[in-house]
């Protein structure tokens, strides 16, 4: 698995009530994820921060915890 940090644009409501779209401003949030990309699909990546890899002697697979599904139309960057 390789480890990556994502930089993408969440989507999130700024508003609930009516007003004017000229009110309406166009705000962009970026955000930074890092993780393993445990799937690197075609529409989504999908990572996880946490890590626990498998242990024969105590008869334990790989875990993970916190995974997190990004669309990749949102994605700017990975690396």
Do not use: Q
Not at 39 to 49: E, F, R, S
Not at 62 to 74: K, L, Q, R, V, W
């Amino acid at each position: 698995m390789r480890l990556v940090k994502v930089t993408w644009v969440d989507s999130f409501g700024v508003g609930s009530d009516w007003r004017p779209l000229s009110c309406v401003s166009d705000i962009e949030h970026i955000c930074i994820s890092v993780g393993y990309l445990v799937k690197d699909g075609m529409h989504v990546k999908v990572i996880v921060p946490h890590y626990s890899p498998a242990n024969a002697d105590i008869d334990a697979d790989e875990h993970g915890c916190g995974d997190m599904a990004i669309p990749c139309a949102s994605i700017v960057e990975i690396v």
